[in-house]
């Protein structure tokens, strides 16, 4: 009796270290199973504050992909500082010759070249005397397909703009046509105050400003501009109210269906 209470007793330890074990097992797949849920709501949670925010124009991809990704953006978002601050003043030396020095395009080539070709020819000329290496001038040829991919690229540009202001003459849409109006108006005021080259300066330089300073300040622009747009659209609503609205139009003629 004493050896199979003895058996028991040993039995029993065993039976109940079985029995929590299965029970922790239960509570840490309820506890997974609930953190997955929990999880699964947070998430939801963010994506429905992050719908709610508001973004500039309306933007919902990051500033390096609006920007095209790639190595432009990485210039325009100053990711590598010393290729970017290069660019920048590379086009100021270009502004700068062509602006302030008063340069001509094909003046500046023909000196450029004028003093490289000098340069290279006594070289070659001089190495023999002085015991050095000719220069070594590399072959440069431009690829055809990067030609190619450039002017696809302009005449899908160039033919998406004509098919723009096609849509916009058609008069479909008077929003559209008035902030036409109004950004062609504001080109020509730019236009008669700078010439071409320093409105392409000016428009380079903001590049490489305005995107960086405002992925920095971007939740303080970005609230800025909802204030900005719901007054805009506030005294929208008043003068299509006072003056679009009292402005005859012609009859619709009903569309057929296809």
């Known amino acids: ?38 999880g699964n709501d947070i998430k939801a949670k963010a994506a429905a504050v992050k719908a709610k925010i508001y973004r500039l124009f309306g933007r919902e991809k990051p500033v390096h992909k609006v920007l095209g990704g790639g190595k432009p953006a990485d210039i ?3 990711r590598d500082k010393k290729i970017s601050a290069g660019v920048l003043g590379i086009a ?17 080539v023909c000196h450029i070249l004028i003093l490289a070709l000098a340069i290279l ?7 023999a005397f002085i015991n050095k290496s ?3 001038i590399p072959e440069v040829i431009i690829p055809e397909d990067f030609v190619l991919g450039v002017a696809s690229a302009f005449t899908i540009e160039f033919n998406r703009a004509l098919a723009i202001l096609r849509d916009i003459a ?9 902030a036409a109006i109004a950004g062609l108006w504001v080109l020509s005021v730019l236009g008669s105050c700078w010439n071409f080259l320093t409105l392409f300066y000016i428009s380079f330089v903001l590049l490489h400003t ?5 992925e920095k300040y971007e939740d303080q622009v970005d609230a800025f501009a909802e204030k900005a747009e719901a007054e805009i659209k506030k005294q929208y609503a008043v003068f299509n109210e006072k003056v679009l609205s009292k402005i005859p139009k012609g009859p619709q003629k009903d569309k057929k269906l296809a």
């Open 210 to 214: 305005v995107p960086v300073l405002y």
């Open 170 to 178: 058609s008069g479909r849409d008077l929003k559209q046509f008035l």
């Open 134 to 136: 000719p220069p070594q």
């Open 76 to 78: 325009f978002l100053w």
């Open 1 to 38: 009796m004493a050896d199979h209470a003895a058996e028991h007793e040993k039995h029993e330890p065993a039976a109940e270290s079985i029995v929590d074990k299965i029970t922790e097992k239960f509570h840490d797949n309820d506890s997974s199973s609930s953190d997955s849920d929990d």
């Open 92 to 108: 100021t030396t270009i502004w700068v010759f062509f602006e302030l020095l008063e340069y001509h395009l094909l003046t500046l």
């Open 121 to 127: 020819f006594l070289w070659s000329n001089a190495s």
